[in-house]
């Protein structure tokens, strides 16, 4: 038994040596304890040879045996608490407890209580992150923190290769802490996305390291701290990052410090944190408070509540989607990552948005072309909260409206040149179904077929919101209008508008009542928006020389065939496609809106009649009045 005791004693003292030996730097606590485990488990070992020694050769009786243990623990003690101090070089408090009250367990003989710094603070620091983030302004505020001015130097963090941390990590001075400042809310999601990557990647560099530095994530504004605190979705995936990694790397010492953006001292109150800090693996810092993750118990409701609270958070960015067309009841409000506006571009909170007859096919599924398929709305009215360089004439606060797809939705980001500022006396809602029905207008008469004073139009379905604007261009152009409508009351609404020559759009009869008005002549123009065969008619009733201007869509779409004797006459055929010339030719389209809404300014194109988008929802019939503007003003086309 004695020879079998000081072999294993003889070999645990060998093997702290080897481990003492090894070189490491701070935190020195895992390589430390190995040490100390080394050394105790030799002592212990030695100890009770010597024991049961002393009591073969008659020289200690056997009840002598607990004393013997006892003094055993006290070198055991006396060892780790040595070897710690010389290891710590932090300040300590020693508690001393009974010796006899458990001798052989040393975490209840002594306790070591950390003072103020925490274990590291004292080595070398590397802050990894991106100027624009702060992570130059944490470094500085950790040199100038303590006037031993630790060593802290900040590299990028846009490596995405463990391989390469590890050569960043081995650079001379070794770092005893590892601060990662996260990716902020400006350079947007896809930037925050790689910031994860390349944390992970130097997460797995940190754990291969022969000393392991502890790492601290420093995020801006990614929790609701505060009742006032509005928590960035892409900052909130590193508080997720951070608690897996606490439990996967508790060896990493891993801590979760959040700050505010907007607090001016941030970066200094942020470097006492990381240099001091109690522990605590989740820390806020807001406006010079501490707040800490905690569970604790909530308050007893009282007799009479019997129903939860309510959820209050701050609202998020949304934006209306119809993920499953032809299904409505799928089309829902989805969450919003807003993105920062590039050079040329200004971001809009979006105030009105508009509801045109091309989002009703989206939803239904029924839209033939695949520009911006999915995402409701093409226009809207809002204040601008933000403008991208190179940007002149806008401003933050400024009253707009815009031409974007998808700007069903609390915030869009546009062309700056596809936006245009609101006239005093408009407001949103009337401003909001504006742009696109008075630019179709404008740019099919105006610019394509060339509408002259003195020369007739025939308008179909003219009492949709592009028929009125339309009614307000020919006029504008000094040319006679003839129109179409499809029941009796829209039809005596145009001719409340001052329309003389009016036809029904529900047959073919209006062709012969064109022909009749102009005395055999035929019109100069066509807008036309009707299918089938009301295309082929509609070529037979152009003057020599007239254009028609196709606006619909499905017969396109569909390969419909024209008959080309019609072209005897030398006429011409044109299709308008705003939104496709929105994508294919922006700066032609943003000529057009300038010069659309140029008179809407100057009184030419009135505001069209509008309805609010919860009295449109479920109204299976239109009122006796004008025809309705949907939600802040979009146009429903109706015949």
């Known amino acids: 038994m004695t020879a079998i005791a000081h072999f294993v004693a003889i070999t645990c003292y060998i093997g702290a040596a080897a481990l003492a030996a090894t070189p490491f730097a701070r935190p020195v606590g895992a390589p430390v304890r190995g040490v100390v485990a080394l050394l105790a488990a030799g002592v212990l070992a030695h100890g009770l040879g010597l024991v ?9 009786p056997l009840t002598g045996l607990g004393p013997s243990l006892s003094f055993a623990g006290l070198v055991l003690a006396a060892t780790l608490l040595i070897v710690e101090l010389a290891a710590r070089d932090v300040s300590l408090t020693l508690v001393a407890a009974p010796l006899a009250a458990v001798p052989t367990t040393c975490a209840n003989i002594i306790g070591l209580i950390p003072g103020v710094e925490v274990e590291g603070a004292r080595g070398a620091w590397l802050v990894c ?17 303590a006037d031993d001015s630790p060593i802290a130097r900040r590299v990028a963090a846009d490596v995405v290769d463990a391989v390469a941390w590890r050569e960043v990590l081995r650079a001379e001075p070794a770092p005893a802490s590892v601060v990662f400042v996260a990716p902020r809310e400006t350079p947007g999601l896809a930037a925050q996305r790689r910031g994860l990557v390349a944390l992970t990647a130097l997460v797995q560099a940190c754990s291969e390291l022969p000393s392991l530095p502890r790492i601290v994530v420093v995020t801006a504004n990614a929790q609701a701290a505060t009742d006032d605190d509005m928590p960035d979705p892409g900052a909130a995936l590193y508080v997720g990052f951070g608690r897996v990694l606490c439990r996967e790397h508790p060896e990493l010492q891993a801590r979760i410090v959040d700050i505010a953006a907007t607090d001016a001292g941030w970066a200094a109150a942020c470097a006492a944190e990381l240099r001091a800090g109690d522990g605590d693996d989740q820390v806020a810092l807001r406006g010079g408070r501490r707040l800490v993750g905690r ?57 009105a948005a508009a509801l045109n007859f091309i989002d009703v096919m989206k939803a239904m599924g029924t839209y033939p072309g695949a520009d911006g398929r999915g995402l409701l709305g093409g226009e809207c009215a809002g204040r601008v909260v933000a403008v991208g360089t190179g940007v002149r004439g806008f401003a933050a606060g400024d009253r707009v409206v815009a031409c974007a797809f998808g700007s069903f939705a609390s915030h869009v980001t546009v062309r700056a040149d596809h936006a245009q500022r609101i006239p005093e006396g408009m407001d949103d809602a009337a401003a909001a179904g504006l742009p696109l029905v008075a630019t179709t207008a404008w740019y099919a008469l105006h610019d394509l077929a060339q509408l002259a004073p003195g020369e007739s139009v025939l308008i179909h379905a003219a009492t949709g919101g592009l028929g009125l604007a339309a009614i307000q261009v020919a006029r504008r152009l000094g040319a006679r209008v003839l129109a179409t409508a499809g029941t009796a009351q829209k039809r005596s609404l145009l001719a409340a ?13 209006w062709a012969d009542g064109v022909r009749a008005a102009t005395a055999g002549r035929g019109v100069d123009v066509v807008l036309n928006s009707l299918t089938g065969a009301a295309i082929p008619l509609g070529l037979d009733v152009l003057a020599e020389d007239g254009r028609f201007i196709e606006v619909g869509k499905q017969d396109i779409y569909g390969g419909r065939k024209l008959p080309l004797a019609a072209f005897q006459k030398g006429i011409r055929f044109a299709a308008v496609d705003l939104a496709g010339l929105m ?8 000529r057009a809106l300038s010069a659309a809404w140029d008179q809407v300014c100057a009184g030419a194109i009135a505001p069209l009649p509008t309805m609010p988008i919860l009295s449109f929802i479920g109204a299976r019939s239109i009122c006796p009045r004008p025809p309705p503007k949907t939600a802040a003003g979009g146009t429903e086309t109706l015949r």
């Open 497 to 509: 508008l001052g329309v003389t020559d009016v036809f029904d759009s529900r047959d073919l009869s």
């Open 295 to 351: 569970l604790v118990r909530g308050e007893a409701a009282d007799a009479g509540e019997h129903r939860p609270r309510a959820w209050a958070t701050p609202a998020q960015p949304f934006q209306l989607r119809a993920p499953t067309p032809g299904v409505l009841d799928a089309v829902e409000y989805r969450p919003l990552c807003r993105r920062a506006p590039a050079a040329g571009e200004i971001e809009i909170e979006v105030t």
């Open 52 to 60: 049961e020694y002393a009591h073969r050769v008659g020289q200690l």
């Open 129 to 145: 992150g991106a100027p624009s983030d702060g992570a130059d302004a944490l470094a500085h505020a950790i040199r100038a923190l």
């Open 583 to 590: 994508q294919r030719r922006p700066e032609r389209f943003a």
